[in-house]
Nanobody
Framework: VVQLVESGGGSVQAGGSLRVSCAAS?????????????LAWFRQAPGKEREGVAA???????TYAESVKGRISISRDNFKNTLILQIDGLQPEDTAMYYC?????????????????WGQGTQVTVSS
């Protein structure tokens, strides 16, 4: 079992930046670390479907959604077993609950919400 806990959300003004983190834990994480998992960030706004925004594979291949490409950066800290999402140039349409996800098997394509393990989410609210 893998536990994922997001943090770092909050309220920001349009044009601002935010860094959200996802701490992974659990027996398998302790044994193998997050480098053994395919990881991703998703977001879901009220009334909308969950949208994949960034994914990082076990071989460090990164995939970004076209809607956010150029404004976001995904990375992981293997020593801290933490997944990070940096979002710059925030706009009101970025307002959503942001979730991290993990899967030991390769999700194909990487930005579909088919991951096995999910966090509870952290809210990001952008005001104009």
């Amino acid at each position: 079992v893998v536990q994922l806990v997001e943090s770092g959300g909050g309220s920001v003004q349009a044009g601002g930046s935010l860094r959200v983190s996802c701490a992974a834990s659990g027996t398998n994480i302790n044994m193998f670390g997050i480098s053994a998992y395919y990881l991703a960030w998703f977001r879901q706004a009220p009334g909308k479907e969950r949208e994949g925004v960034a994914a990082i594979a076990r071989d460090d291949t990164i995939t970004y959604a076209e809607s956010v490409k150029g404004r976001i950066s995904i990375s992981r800290d293997n020593f801290k077993n933490t997944l990070i999402l940096q979002i710059d140039g925030l706009q009101p349409e970025d307002t959503a609950m942001y979730y991290c996800a993990a899967d030991p098997a390769k999700p194909t394509p990487p930005l579909l919400p088919t991951y096995r393990f999910w966090g509870q989410g952290t809210q990001v609210t952008v005001s104009s």
